[in-house]
């Protein structure tokens, strides 16, 4: 992720959030999905560093934040917490910009603190009931999660990152080093697996028809050969958020910030700065 001289935490509810802050503009949030955390982005955030003011974290149970598998790891309760988050570094307008159920939390910040954002960016985002997906929604199973704890390696997770992936080139030693950190630790592997149990697209369903009621510009980037989350999603947000647009990227999987991280900011400054 970006240089550790960026890197802050902050305790909300007791609990350590770390987040990388960089760059001079308005502000903008990034929010990774879950398999990620804040590195999601390192690719991304030099061509956006001039123009905003980055705020990139990792969410309570991901990368270095805290580990605790007694927290609500709810997309809900993730809305909520980054909800406190803003008020306590007094960002009172924020770009949002989400990836997978990044995407999730950013819709439900949309739709409950209308007041907080700017802007919404979606990209390959989850929706609706179209997910968990697998292999996440195998990890709700309790045998399953055992089975996890005990065999998850860096080839089964390196099987997960290269079908999310278009370029092959971007499998790199590197990238899955990124991969790889938090699930070298016990308590890495665990908070995983609590992420994905939490997982319920009810927080989603529940707030559909607020989706249609929203005013505020939406960009959603889906890359075209996602193999995890499929376009009706993005399709049926597009339908459904009257003020949307909708780009498809054809040279893009589900990491797409692996995959294309200079069109994906060319999009964002597009939509951004025409509002």
């Known amino acids: 992720m970006p240089v550790k001289k960026y890197r802050h935490s902050i305790s909300i509810n007791g609990r350590e959030l770390v987040y990388y802050h960089i760059g001079k503009g308005e502000p903008l949030l990034l929010i990774h999905g879950i398999t990620t955390y804040s590195f999601i982005w390192r690719k991304v955030i030099p061509f956006l560093q001039d123009k905003y003011e980055i705020f990139a974290i990792d969410l309570p149970g991901c990368g270095d934040s805290e580990k605790s598998v ?3 790891y709810s997309l809900k309760n993730h809305a909520r917490i980054l909800a406190q988050f803003l008020k306590r570094l007094h960002l009172d307008k924020i770009h949002l910009v989400g990836h997978d159920v990044g995407g999730g939390i950013c819709q439900i910040m949309a739709v409950t603190y209308p007041q907080l954002i700017l802007s919404m960016s979606l990209l390959n ?17 309790p045998i399953i999660r055992q089975l996890a704890m005990a065999t998850l390696d860096i080839g089964a997770l390196r099987f997960i990152v290269k079908r999310g992936l278009y370029n092959g080139k971007a499998l790199t030693a590197e990238l899955m080093s990124y991969f790889w950190r938090p699930m070298k630790t016990q308590a890495g592997r665990k908070a995983f697996l609590h992420f994905a149990h939490c997982l319920n697209n009810r927080d ?3 707030i559909s028809e607020q989706l249609k009621q929203l005013s505020i510009p939406v ?3 889906r890359g075209a050969k996602d193999v995890y989350l ?3 999603i993005a399709n049926k ?18 990491f797409l910030q692996e995959d294309e991280p200079e069109l994906i900011v060319h999009h964002l400054n597009a939509f951004i700065h025409s509002e």
Do not use: C
Request: proline content about 4%; charged content about 25%.
């Open 70 to 72: 007694d927290e609500d």
């Open 125 to 141: 985002t989850v929706g609706y009931d179209f997910w968990p997906v697998q292999p996440i929604i195998s990890m709700r199973t």
């Open 204 to 206: 989603l369903t529940d």
């Open 219 to 221: 960009l959603i980037i």
């Open 230 to 232: 499929s376009k009706e």
């Open 237 to 254: 947000l597009h339908k459904n958020i009257t003020t949307s647009r909708l780009i498809t990227i054809d040279t893009a999987g589900h």
